[in-house]
C-alpha cells in the first residue's frame, strides 16, 4: 500500500468514474486499474464494482469502509512529512521592550525576512523588562531583550549593548547645534519616555529638576509620532535616533550637560536550564545578532 494507490483510490471516491479519476490525476486509464487492482490484492478485498452499460462504479461494502481508513493514512503521511520538514527548521520564541522592536532589532527582522531559504521560523512578543523576566522564567518564551538587570532564580543576564543618549528635535528645531544643554530648550515641549532607572534618576535631578514631566510615553510609535509636531524634543538612545531618522526629518543633537545620562545597556537574557528543542534556535540566532550588532556604530560589548 502506498500513497499513490491511496490517493487514486480516493479520487475514484470522488468522481465514481475511472475515466474522471484519470483525468485529474493526469494518469492513463490502464494506470489507474492498475493501482486500483493492486491496492485491493493487498487488502485482499474487492473495493469497487463497476456494472455492464454504466459508466459509474459503485463501492462495495467494504470499499465504503476503507474510505475513513484511507483518510486517516493520508492524514498519518501529511503529518509525517511535517514532521520531517520541521526537523530542518528552527523555532524560536524571544521577547523585547517595545524600543529594542522598534529600533534596534528592526533591520535584523528584516534582514531575515529577506532571506531566500527561512531556515527560522521567529515569534517576537512585546512586553515590558519585567514581563520578559518571568515570561522566561515560565518557558513561555526562549529568549528575552531587556533595560533591567532583575534577579530572578533561573535566569542569566548578559549586557550586549552600551547605547549613548541624544537628543532629538522635530524638523525646523527651535535650537540648531552639534551639542545642546537641555536648559536651553522648552520643558513644556518634552516628550518623556522613562528608558530604564538611573536615566530615570539623571532626568529628575538635571532636566526636570524635581518638576514632573508634561507629557510621557511608553511605545516607540507614540514618540515618533509626537515628534513630527513642531519645536517637540526628547531624549533617546541612538539606536532609537537613528530609526526615526530614517523616518522622517529629525535633528539629533549631542547633549552638553556636564552631566551626561547614563548610557542605557540593553540585557540579553537566558534560561539557566534551556528547552533542549531550541538550543540550536538560541544558538544560531545568537550568531545572527552578533554579526549584526557588530556591523553597528551602537557600543556593542560582545
Known sequence: MNLSEIETFLMIVKTKNITKTAENLFLSQPTVSH????????LGVKLLTRKKGYKQIELTMQG????PIAERWISVWQEMQALKDNRQKLYLTIGCTDTLNSAMMYDLYRSMLDEEEQIMNLKVKTHYSSEIYQYLENHDIDLGFVHHHLHFKNTV???ILEEKMYIIQSENAAVQREFIHTDELDLSREIFLSWEADYQIWHDQW???G???RFQ????????HLLSKENMWAI??????ERIQKLRPVTVSEIANKTKPPKRITYMIKHKYPNEATLRSVQVFEE???????DKDWGYLG
Open 288 to 294: 545572527r545578532l552578533e554579526a549584526y550588532l557588530r
Open 236 to 241: 533617546a538612545p541612538i539606536t532609537v535616533a
Open 207 to 209: 532636566v526636570t529638576k
Open 35 to 42: 493501482r486500483l487492482k493492486s491496492l485491493e490484492e493487498e
Open 217 to 224: 510615553v511608553d511605545t516607540f510609535e507614540l514618540l515618533f
Open 64 to 67: 465504503e469502509e476503507f474510505i
Open 211 to 213: 518638576v514632573r514631566p
Open 157 to 159: 543576564a548578559n549586557p
